[in-house]
């Protein structure tokens, strides 16, 4: 991070780490509505990249997956259940990641 001209301006992955760990309208989701999955899908994408504090936004996208899959389309619910699954969750599983344990 740096500041310049009193502006601070941060690396981009840190801009990308620094993101939402949920998205708004959850809250429409457990009122029974259907929402813009887009933001599910960047959560997701987050989640792949493997960096440091996906797994804060995996357990937004695991609630959705048990409390919520009915309201989602086919492709999202794809989406969550390949993150999920791929999701390194410890240092002794294959492949390569930028997470903290």
Same mark, same amino acid.
């Given at each position: ?11 981009p992955d840190m ?6 760990k949920?998205?708004?309208d ?7 509505k259907m929402?813009d999955? %887009?933001p599910?899908?960047?959560?997701? /994408?987050y989640i792949?990249?493997?960096l440091?504090c @996906?797994? &804060?936004?995996l357990?937004?996208?695991l609630w959705c997956?048990? %409390?919520?899959?009915h309201?989602?389309s /086919? ?7 390949? @993150?999920t &699954? ?11 990641d930028?997470m903290?344990?």
């Amino acid at each position: 991070m740096t500041i310049e001209d009193g502006e601070v301006h941060m690396k981009p992955d840190m801009k990308i780490k620094m993101r939402p760990k949920s998205f708004s309208d959850i809250k429409l989701l457990d009122q029974g509505k259907m929402v813009d999955e %887009s933001p599910i899908h960047d959560l997701c /994408e987050y989640i792949n990249l493997r960096l440091d504090c @996906a797994d &804060f936004s995996l357990a937004t996208v695991l609630w959705c997956l048990y %409390s919520y899959r009915h309201l989602m389309s /086919e492709k999202t619910v794809a989406l969550m259940e390949e @993150a999920t &699954f791929n999701f390194r969750y410890f240092m002794d599983e294959p492949g390569d990641d930028n997470m903290c344990f």
